[in-house]
């Protein structure tokens, strides 16, 4: 019976110490800003492809007007706010649209991790975002509405 | 109680947040900065870029506050390195419209001196085309005619000098430059160029001298004054004409004036030598050689080569000592004492003449020669003198036999 312990300890040691090696074996880089100064206003051509050329983004907004459009808002003026936060998260949003969108990358992608409705049943018409660093100043028609980062509203702001 | 109302109104109204999206400032103050730039580009007077300065410094101080944005926005600019970017060009265009302004005075001063010296041109020309028309030839005319065409003479090597100084002053430094203008460099020589007026000035120069050409004969030592003035103009024009190309690559109108003011060289060049021929001519004439008109090498050495002929074959009906004569006057007055000693060198030096043609021509003088002069009156001497001694012989003979 001794033996038979004996035996499963020299079996989870070498894994254990395999898999702690393997650990050790990735770098991280820390830390790491992605923030934009400035957001970038970005025209929408006639596939849905939206390019900023300073930070070599190119993205293709389709899915996301024809969300907008079942949710009851629509793209006015053919271009979209874009900004990055410190994070790495993107903040879209777009004149005529209900919703602020949240993303995070992903391989070849950005999928979205929250998506804010700032005006209950109501369309923006001058939205901004400003890069504060350790959050993103939502503004509605020359108002601070909220902070925001990644995780959405910043509790006790709105 | 007034005040407090006041103040309380103040105190609300500064709660409510109006703020502006960092895009909009960054706009804002892209969209104010391009249009002072715009208005630089155009700005000319010293009047404008003092009032751009100002402009300047009052963008730089509205947006001074918002620099950390503008820093990072502005990328690859700053702030900082953008107002001295614009503070530079604001004092170089403002140190070239003082320069401008300086030579745009010295340009009218001479312009006026030019115009000036362009009229009396004018009314000397006139004169001259005035006595031409009269036709008379007693000598105080030639003579008023000889002082005229001499006064033009000295006017349009003066308005020529005054012309040439001005190109300098205004475009020496562009000239002889080998490397490719700048663009500031190009809006600083263009507005030179147009300011003196120097594509107008430069036909002005040609059609004037062209006219001179045309007013009459020379001597050999204004010509090659008139030559030596034409070369050095067109130098000049030579070194100037790539950079003006350069200058006006756009403009297809001025482009294209480049190329005609080349043509009018040529042009100016073909008379030179037009009125050199012609001066030839005139000598011939006067010494009462009916030679054929010419205005090439070619045709003076066929109307050389005519005149020979037409004396030789004229042995046949006229008195050979008329025709001797011809020969002399052709020969030793004209051609040995004046254009071999004054005219050929200059013929030669200009590529009017070879000296080839020149002995081709001479070889023809010998038969000529040979075939008009008189036979040796030697033999008639001695003929006379043979003839009076047998007159004399027969007379002394015939009077022994008398006695």
Redesign the interface.
């Known amino acids: 019976m001794e033996q038979k312990k004996i035996s499963l300890g020299r079996l989870v040691m070498p894994i254990l110490s395999i898999l702690i090696l393997a650990g050790c074996a990735s770098v991280k880089l820390e830390p790491a800003d992605f923030q934009w100064?400035?957001?970038v206003?970005l025209d929408v051509d006639k596939a849905g492809k939206v390019t900023d050329n300073?930070y070599s983004l190119e993205l293709n907004v389709k899915q996301l007007i024809e969300n907008e459009e079942k949710d009851g808002g629509k793209l006015e003026g053919g271009k979209i706010?874009i900004i990055r936060d410190k994070m790495g998260y993107y903040y879209v949003t777009a004149k005529g649209f209900k919703n602020i969108y949240i993303f995070e990358q992903e391989e070849g992608m950005l999928s979205s991790k929250k998506i804010i409705e700032p005006v209950k049943d109501k369309t923006l018409q001058n939205p901004?975002?400003?890069?504060r660093g350790e959050y993103i100043?939502f503004?509605e028609g020359?108002?601070?509405l909220f902070k925001l980062n990644h995780k959405g509203i910043i509790k006790g702001d709105k | 109680m007034k005040k407090l109302f006041l103040i309380a109104l103040l105190v609300f109204f500064s709660t409510v947040s109006f703020s502006q999206s960092d895009y909009e400032v960054v706009q804002d103050f892209k969209n104010k900065a391009k249009q002072i730039e715009n208005e630089l580009n155009a700005a000319s007077t010293p009047e404008q870029f003092e009032k751009l300065s100002k402009d300047v410094q009052a963008l730089k101080e509205e947006f001074i506050a918002k620099k950390g944005l503008l820093d990072k926005s502005l990328y690859p600019e700053t702030f900082d390195s953008f107002f001295e970017k614009l503070e530079g060009k604001l004092k170089t265009g403002s140190t070239t419209a003082k320069q401008i302004t300086e030579l745009k005075q010295e340009v009218t001063k001479l312009t006026d001196l030019v115009n000036k010296l362009s009229e009396e041109n004018n009314r000397l020309l006139q004169d001259i085309e005035a006595l031409k028309r009269g036709r008379a030839q007693d000598q105080k005319t030639i003579d008023s005619l000889k002082s005229l065409v001499r006064k033009l003479r000295e006017n349009l090597r003066q308005r020529d000098q005054l012309l040439a100084e001005m190109v300098d002053s205004l475009v020496n430094q562009y000239a002889y430059q080998t490397s490719a203008l700048t663009s500031a460099e190009r809006k600083t020589m263009a507005q030179k160029v147009e300011g003196a007026y120097l594509f107008e000035n430069v036909r002005r120069v040609i059609n004037d001298n062209v006219k001179f050409l045309e007013t009459g004969e020379f001597s050999s030592d204004d010509l090659a004054s008139m030559k030596r003035d034409y070369e050095k103009f067109r130098k000049k024009w030579d070194d100037l004409a790539p950079k003006l190309a350069e200058l006006y690559i756009d403009k297809k109108d001025r482009a294209a004036e480049i190329e005609t003011v080349k043509e009018k060289f040529k042009r100016w060049d073909k008379k030179i030598e037009a009125a050199a021929w012609s001066s030839i001519n005139a000598i011939f004439y006067r010494k009462g050689i009916s030679i054929n008109k010419f205005s090439s090498s070619n045709e003076f050495e066929n109307a050389v080569f005519s005149y020979i002929n037409d004396q030789m074959q004229k042995v046949k009906y006229f008195d050979k000592s008329v025709l001797y004569d011809n020969y002399q006057i052709f020969v030793d007055t004209i051609w040995n004492r004046e254009l071999k000693k004054e005219w050929f060198p200059t013929f030669m030096a200009n590529g009017y003449l070879s000296s080839e043609k020149i002995t081709t021509i001479e070889s023809k003088f010998l038969p000529w020669k040979e075939a008009v002069e008189p036979s040796s009156k030697i033999w008639l001497y001695a003929l006379i003198a043979v003839g009076i001694l047998l007159i004399i012989g027969i007379i002394v003979k015939s009077s022994r036999r008398e006695y």
């Open positions: 100064p400035l957001e206003v300073r706010r901004a975002f400003n890069q100043e503004l020359g108002k601070v």
